[in-house]
């Protein structure tokens, strides 16, 4: 983890957070996703025409994280229309890096050290008390639907973060590897809206299409210096860092969709950047 792989995940932690956002900020969630997943295979074939091809032995890890990111893209739609952002985001992103770190060692035998383990441990934990300040206040329960639909996104980002490790280190062309990720997997929810909503789907998109657009562009951005990152440092942490994104969603949901901060959420975020910095000492 140097300073410049560090820089680049805090980098696309931003980015990833604020495309995130936008895509929320559309009520209707098909058509947030079919803006983003289009502005995303646009990307992907301008990439594409300027990168090498991955190399063969990338292209089962390709099209397995293909079908994980739809997958994952389904359910965040789903946690997205159910629940707040604020809360939704942080539950998401933060069930990942424990996963990532399960997966990392099975699959691909990078075992953490214990500085390093404790520091995704305890960056998880502040992950889960911002999520959990969400369900709070007198006579407020948990809703379980949009709960599950969260940490089945969680699992979902863990499953396409270690497929992905391995395949982008397997491409030879890290640039080539997300240029065509972004096409295989940005088509599958515009085929899906254009097959729904069909003489509908143009006027409806038109409000939102530059709004959509520009965070399909961030998302390429934003994934594009993970995986970059995850040929040049273990999993575990790279994944665990990148969630530092759920500090900045919170933040974005308190300053644009009026969802509440707090005391609770101050010291859940210092957790985790505790828990950061072991990670990065270890």
Known sequence: MTPLVVAAVLLAAVTHAAWNALA???????????????GGTLCGLALAAFTPLPAAAAWPYLLVSAVLHVVYQALLMRSFSLGDFGQMYPIARGTAPLAVTVLAAVFVHEIPGPWVLAGVALASAGLVGLALWGIRGAG??????????????????AS????????????????GYIAWLMF?????????ALATRRGRLAAELRPYAVRGLVGGVLSVFAYGLVLWAQTRAPLAPVAALRESSIIV?????????KERFGLPRVAAAG????????????
Do not use: C, K, N
């Open 140 to 157: 407020s329960r948990p809703h379980w639907p949009a709960i599950t639909a969260a940490v089945a996104t969680g699992l979902a980002i």
């Open 24 to 38: 929320h900020g559309i009520r209707d969630q098909l058509l947030a996703f079919t803006l983003v997943g289009g």
């Open 160 to 175: 396409y973060t270690t497929v992905d490790g391995l395949g982008v280190r397997a491409s030879g062309t890290p640039l």
């Open 271 to 282: 957790v985790m950047v505790v828990g950061i910095g072991l990670m990065l000492a270890g």
């Open 184 to 192: 295989l997997e940005g088509i599958a929810i515009p085929v899906y």
């Open 249 to 257: 969603g919170a933040a974005i949901g308190t300053l644009f969709f």
